[in-house]
């Protein structure tokens, strides 16, 4: 059975910097799309990065610049680099793998960034 698991989420203060990382257990196959989204209190989900199968990637324009995800396959674990970061983005964050049947989801990470 496949689970997500992320972690590395907490409380920073404008302009600080956290990483989240999300990692896998289990086998996971066919890998099509690997993601990060948010969801902030009363607002829909939403998509904050991607990193499909050939390693293009493509970032929400909120956060184009500012964050970076990338994956080590060794870890099977997939992470989220966030800097500069502001009150906007204060959201629970979840990352999100989708094979060719399947799709995972992470139970979410809580990142607050305030003064």
């Known amino acids: 059975q496949v689970q997500l698991v992320e972690s590395g989420g907490g409380l920073v203060q404008p302009g600080g910097s956290l990483r989240l990382s999300c990692a896998a257990s289990g086998s996971i196959f066919r890998i099509y799309m690997m993601g990060w989204y948010r969801q902030a209190p009363g607002k829909q989900r939403e998509l904050v990065a991607t990193?499909?199968?050939?390693?293009?990637?493509n970032y929400a324009d909120s956060v184009k610049g500012r964050f970076t995800i990338s994956r080590d396959n060794a870890k099977n674990t997939m992470y989220l680099q966030m800097n500069s970061l502001k009150p906007e983005d204060t959201a629970v964050y979840y990352c999100?793998?989708?094979?060719?049947?399947?799709?995972?989801w992470g139970q979410g990470t809580q990142v607050t960034v305030s003064s």
């Open positions: 990193l499909n199968s050939i390693g293009r990637t």
């Open positions: 999100n793998i989708v094979t060719v049947s399947e799709n995972y």
